[in-house]
């Protein structure tokens, strides 16, 4: 059998040193996940769960250049390191999560806060606000040969200069190899999967024309420009 039209392309991701790319299976986030992050959105940290969220997985940008999007006026970009899975399971234990990982990206999770915030106000899902076109703006992959991983390290986030973001993975709420292990006993990971690790303090909006710079320790930095629409 043939398809009635051609499918879509791979959504994929550079690898840092690499020819190859990696292919994007799904994108997960991890929200609520730095106690000063909660408190500035008007809420107490918690270890009771998880807060996970999903964006489609050809939300990824890797051009650097991301469209201010349609529906909102207030877009807010969200600092994070991500997670490349490179070994899929179920119920992974957190002791061998780690052996899960293929690499890390310094990503951002963009926002129409205003959407998130009134689907949150009224109990509806987050996904307006979260899970839109282009609204996963991700660096190469390193892989973790090269970079290691991420129990402490420095996030820091600049739009158009200024220092906006600014905090140690040492403060993460839930680490990299709870998230993996918490996640695998709600879904089967699967080799291509992204994990969004949540964003420290410091959150704000830009505009079209602004640009954002995130830098994580070990990994190669992340620019973007917001582009008219
Ligand atoms: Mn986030």
Redesign the pocket.
Known sequence: MTYIFPGRSQPAVAISGLDTLFPVNRIY?V?KNYAAHIREMGSEASRDAVCFFMKPSDAVVTDGRMPYPPGTGKLHY?G?LVIAIGKGGANIAANDALLHVYGYAAGL?M?RRDLQLAAATVGHPWDTGKAFDCSAPISPIVPVAECGHFANGSIKLWVNGQLRQDADFGDLIWKNNEVISELSKLYTLQAGDLI?T??PAGVGPVVAGDRIELRIDRLPKLEVMITAS
């Open positions: 986030c929200g969200e994070e999770d926002t969004f949540g964003t």
